[in-house]
């Protein structure tokens, strides 16, 4: 009688408690799982000196430590090259392009979900797992798979995922995809893993204390010109410290001492010049998104009404979207929106399921 081989899985690990749990059920499932940590950089790298950020040598003792507890192999992948080229670069020349980055999106689509794929392919692991919030489904009518918005509304991580491939979902598991917080917390706790209250990691990984422009001037050894803050008539409102240390809807942390509030409605890098605006001028109807990954379908065949997310935490709202080429989405919005970034990720949305996304251009 032939022996039915359990399908192998590669865990990917952070050290806090979701990708613990993953692990656990993953293992409870009856797939054979092998949790790593992918090592992306060394503190010293950044100019952090405490071990408090992700990849920290307290994070690879944490999921070593769980791995122990479930009986699970366990190993450290150095991705450190990669996530310069694909995520901190990135990060470094979308501010210095006057525009807003998403590195976590980046992270995911060119580091987990891109490098650890291959990586598991090459290893003939069936299936790569993390401990994201969201649904992975296969829809026998399109013959497409599906992602889908976690139940749990304050934790659903699919505005960051929408980048998946066909064939990444086909190989990817999300264990907790219907699962709350306070379960997967619960379920730790229970099991007496080290990090069942572990405190979630709030700010970008490889910029602990979320001074942006402060990271980006040590890192990249540069200083970047004071200039001209200016209203929209060309009027000079006072002095900028470096266009870098600016995003679109500021307000706080201008240092100008103004008759109304004014907030950055757009950098303009040839002169310089920071322009703002009151805040009615912030507001617009339509945006351009390239780069796109569509999800539910092959192409926007004609234009569709969907809700649509231009940040993160933003609630969904209601548009038109339009595929005008192989890929550039045109979306307008049944009303005007706040602040659009130019470098952020658009995600569209048909009820709980993602239809796809791109870069704002």
Known sequence: ????????????????????????????????????TLKLFDNDDIGEKREKTCCSLDDIDDARNVCRKIGIPYYVYNFKDSFKENVITRFIDAYENGTTPNPCIDCNRFIKFEKLMRRAEELDFDYVV??????????????????????????????????????????TLFPLGN??????????????FINAR???????????DGDYA????????????????VDESGNILGEHKGIIRYTIGQRKGLGLALPHPMYVKKKDLENNKVILCENS??????????????????RIESPIKIKARVRYNQPEQSAVAEQIDENTI???????????????????????????GGTII
């Open 1 to 36: 009688m032939a022996l039915i081989m359990a399908k192998k899985a590669l865990i990917a690990m952070s050290g806090g408690v979701d990708s613990s749990v993953a692990a656990y059920i993953t293992k409870q499932m009856g797939y054979d799982p092998t949790g790593i």
């Open 281 to 298: 001028g912030l507001f617009s109807k339509e945006l351009y998104a390239t780069d796109i990954n569509l999800i539910s379908c092959e």
């Open 179 to 192: 699962m709350t917080k306070e379960n997967v917390r619960k379920i730790a706790e229970k099991l007496g």
């Open 198 to 208: 572990k405190h979630d990691s709030q700010d970008i990984c490889f910029v602990p």
């Open 214 to 229: 402060k990271f980006i001037e040590q890192y990249t050894g540069k200083t970047y010109p004071h200039g001209d803050f």
């Open 330 to 356: 045109h979306i307008v919005f049944d009303s005007p929106q706040r602040a659009i970034s130019k470098g952020q990720a658009v995600v569209l949305y048909d009820g709980d399921y993602v239809v796809g």
């Open 130 to 171: 993390t401990g994201h919030y969201a649904i992975i489904e296969y829809d026998e009518k399109s013959k497409r798979y599906l992602l889908k918005k976690s139940p749990d509304t304050t934790k659903d991580q699919s505005y960051v995922l929408y980048s998946l491939t066909q064939k990444q979902l086909a190989k």
